[in-house]
């Protein structure tokens, strides 16, 4: 019989992969000028991973075969990756006072971000960024902004379920009910 305690986790973990996938691709796929920012490429690396981990890890739930000592070491480096790619987007949305202010300060903000303005170019010494608003005028770095600030929370989110996934993988290993099979010995989650 599954556990329900693992269901639920591999759950989380294919959720959030797949909203960290999907939100950073939409956020580079915005990219008007010049290249992805680095943040953002690291996401959809740490979604794709994620996304991957996270399949081979609910099939682990019904095909005996699968090394399971192996998958708690990939949800660590998953956990890692996971982490790496919150701060790293934190980080580069510290100036940010505000996603849906108007003042100008808060503007200024996300124009001049280089994750919510969606590029910018330097003709001479000026810097002009034409992808901060519609051609009617409406700012556009409210919702990346929003979307940049959704990314990182699931980040967290991949970070704390699949750390979960460690320590109850261990801690199942530990006890004899984890790694490999062996004839007659019971599963990881049973």
Not at 96 to 121: E, H, M, P, W
Request: charged content about 10%; aromatic content about 8%.
């Amino acid at each position: 019989m599954f556990s329900v305690f693992g269901i639920i986790l591999r759950g989380c973990l294919l959720l959030t992969a797949s909203v960290v996938l999907g939100v950073s691709v939409s956020l580079a796929k915005q990219q008007g000028d010049g290249p992805v920012p680095p943040q953002t490429g690291l996401g959809a690396f740490v979604g794709t991973a994620g996304l991957i981990v996270a399949v081979l890890g609910m099939a682990a739930l019904w095909i005996n075969r699968l090394n399971r000592k192996g998958l708690v070491y990939l949800d660590a480096l998953m956990s890692a990756f996971y982490l790496a790619a919150a701060i790293s987007l934190t980080l580069a949305m510290k100036g940010v006072s505000s996603c849906t202010a108007t003042d100008q300060a808060s503007q200024y903000s996300r124009f001049t971000n280089k994750i919510l303005n969606g590029g910018c170019v330097h003709p001479g010494k000026d810097t002009i960024c034409p992808y901060v608003t519609s051609a009617s005028g409406e700012d556009l770095t409210t919702a990346r902004c929003q979307m940049a600030e959704a990314d990182y929370t699931f980040e967290y989110g991949g970070f704390v379920f699949s750390l979960t996934m460690v320590v109850v993988g261990f801690i199942l290993h530990r006890r004899g009910r984890g790694g490999p099979p062996n004839a007659g010995s019971a599963t990881a989650f049973d």
